[in-house]
């Protein structure tokens, strides 16, 4: 079975400053991908980026970085120089990568940036 | 190009009634997923198919729920003798396939609320 804590149910962040939001995951599973989304209060789920347990180095994607540390199974998304769009909540997911294709999500943390 | 589409994007239900909630995946997407969101929580893995067969419903509460897609495309929800416990956001995700690292996209979910 798979498992995604998320243990920060709120935070706040200044506009343009940068803000990490953690996520821990747990899994038997050798290989696996690490998922973040946005989910805006219209409620859609917006893919962020993408992390798989091989990869060598931590993705990035624009002002979006995953910082993956496998000894600790942490993929925390860092996000820069924060946005008044960048208030949502925030979803860590993960998935094996072999033939169960389904997400596991965790509960969220909800961002909200201030001026 | 058009995103996941789901309708009705809200629905009210008396309790007892039987209910069916649609959705369009992206064109040339083979897999297909549901899953539900109840208030401040992530999303649930409901079932996935890969075409037209439903490749793990492992996530399904009870067999009250049932999900068909016919044709390896638009795929249908059902849920006979709706209960209140059943009102959540109800996500529908394509892929292009199952597995591997392909990203789910999302539609905009639709919201049943069972009085």
């Known amino acids: 079975a798979q498992k995604i804590t998320q243990t920060q149910p709120g935070m706040f962040v200044q506009e343009k400053e940068a803000v990490t939001l953690d996520c821990t995951y747990d899994t038997s599973d050798p290989s696996y991908g690490l998922f973040w989304y946005k989910q805006p209060s219209s409620g859609e789920m917006i893919f962020l980026i993408y992390?798989?347990?091989?990869?060598?180095q931590n993705a990035t994607e624009g002002r979006y970085s995953l910082n993956f540390q496998k000894a600790r199974k942490s993929a925390n998304l860092v996000i820069s120089a924060s946005q008044l769009g960048d208030s949502a909540m925030y979803f860590c997911a993960m998935r094996s990568l072999g033939a169960a294709s389904k997400l596991t999500f965790g509960t969220g943390t909800r961002l909200q940036v201030t001026l | 190009g058009a995103g996941v589409s789901q309708t009705p994007s809200n629905k009210v239900t008396e309790k007892g009634k039987y209910v069916e909630l649609r959705c369009d995946p992206i064109?040339?997407?083979?897999?297909l997923y549901w899953y539900r969101q109840s208030l401040g929580q992530g999303p649930e893995f409901l079932i996935y198919f890969q075409g037209t067969g439903a490749a793990d419903d492992s996530g399904l509460p009870n067999d009250r729920f049932f999900a068909v897609r016919p044709e390896g495309s638009v795929s249908t929800l059902k849920i006979q003798r709706t209960e209140r416990g059943d009102s959540a956001v109800y996500l529908c995700?394509?892929?292009?396939?199952?597995?591997?690292?392909?990203?789910?996209?999302f539609g905009p979910g639709t919201r049943l609320t069972v009085t």
């Open positions: 064109s040339g997407h083979t897999a």
């Open positions: 992390q798989g347990s091989y990869d060598q």
């Open positions: 995700a394509s892929s292009l396939s199952a597995g591997g690292t392909y990203e789910q996209y």
